[in-house]
């Protein structure tokens, strides 16, 4: 079978790799036909990255678990690229009791059991029972373990009853195909602080965490925020931020947000999207007391600087760390499809699947791959 594979920085390729089958009981074959872009796969797409990483991390200037996530030279390829998607069971295991041929369902990216003591606690995305490693993921390559990229021609899934979730009935695949990381990953950011803090402010820095910040913004608009102001330099991203209801101010600089290009100090919730040392003290520093700053991007040095006197003085909460998609995966969903979220505004290209080599490199805010499923009469 096929599978998208990134060789090197700018050069991607269909690359054949052993057709899935079921090795569990509890195992289900899947077809992806909506595949989004993760926003941090642009990274080594876009910049010749590896070879500095891994002379980073012998250097110490960069933190080594890249590496247990990534591979000692950090995204070195050819390796399956590709982390969310919409597929169509194909086929299930003997002990698979909710899911059926045909069904059209959400792959979070991160693979889990569901019943270890991590994803009890939620963490699925930290389950004992897949990772070897740091995590068990798609498309991060071998270190992150064998499950290869979703913009592929089957995938298998285990533990499927617990991993794969339906979309709601009425809802367009297009609309959700971030739903299984950067869709998902706004949620946690924004929706849990603003039900502590109803009415809340939120702040949105846009950046190198291109859609999730702007999925960020509509979810803060839809949730009720009483204000949100989204910041970037960039105009597409902008415009998209708008439409989506939220209020937004351009940065002059490309380099990096500035405290001064913040338009208040007051905020409730701030989601820090810029990968910057500087955006996550920007963001920190702009929190009303009490408080929640959510940083959602890469941030690779070592010793990066946290201003935790002034937290400490403004009784504030960073929380940072991987998205655990799987739990809320559900209510998501339910809300797109209760409330009609357009989604698919942050979507600035849509490429047929065959066409994937060359639409992955475009540089857009965010790209959505898809294909017809085969079973659509099925449903």
């Known amino acids: 079978m096929r599978e998208l594979q990134l060789v090197r920085a700018g050069h991607l390729r269909w690359r054949d790799r052993p057709t899935p089958v079921l090795t569990d009981a509890r195992d289900a074959i899947v077809r992806p036909f909506v595949a989004g872009r993760c926003d941090g796969d642009t990274l080594p797409i876009h910049r010749r990255v590896s070879r500095a990483m891994q002379l980073g991390m012998r250097a110490g200037l960069i933190d080594p678990v890249v590496g247990s996530i990534c591979g000692p030279v950090p995204f070195r390829g050819p390796f399956g690229i590709g982390h969310e998607c919409v597929a169509e069971v194909i086929e299930v295991g003997a002990d698979v009791t909710t899911l059926r041929r045909g069904d059209v369902v959400v792959v979070p990216w991160a693979v889990s059991c569901g019943d270890c003591h991590e994803c009890r606690l939620g963490l699925t995305a930290k389950c004992s029972t897949t990772r070897t490693s740091t995590l068990a993921a798609f498309g991060f390559g071998s270190a992150s373990g064998p499950w290869g990229g979703m913009v592929a021609d089957l995938l298998r899934i285990p533990f499927a009853d617990h991993m794969l979730v339906p979309i709601p009935a009425g809802v367009d695949p297009l609309r959700v195909a971030a739903a299984g990381d950067n869709l998902s990953d706004a949620w946690r950011c924004v929706v849990p602080a603003l039900r502590v803090r109803p009415d809340g402010k939120v702040l949105v820095l846009g950046g190198a965490a291109q859609s999730i910040g702007l999925y960020a913004a509509g979810l803060a608009v839809r949730h009720g925020a009483q204000v949100v102001d989204y910041v970037d330099h960039r ?86 760390g991987v998205s655990n998609v799987r739990p809320i995966l559900p209510e998501v ?15 600035t290209l849509t490429a047929d699947w065959e066409d994937a080599p060359e639409a992955y490199k475009a540089h857009t805010t965010k790209l959505v791959l898809h294909r017809k499923p085969l079973h659509a009469a099925d449903r």
């Open 235 to 320: 105009t597409e991203r902008l415009e998209i931020a708008e439409k989506l209801g939220a209020r937004v101010h351009a940065t002059a600089s490309k380099r990096g947000v500035r405290l001064a290009d913040i338009p208040r100090r007051d905020y409730d919730i701030a989601v820090e999207g810029t990968s910057s040392a500087a955006g996550v003290d920007a963001a920190l520093r702009s929190l009303a007391p009490g408080g929640f700053c959510r940083p959602v991007g890469y941030y690779l040095p070592v010793g990066t600087k946290v201003p935790l006197m002034h937290m400490y003085a403004n009784d504030a909460t960073l929380k940072i």
């Open 333 to 347: 969903l339910d809300f797109v499809a209760r409330q009609d979220f357009p989604a698919e505004q942050v979507t």
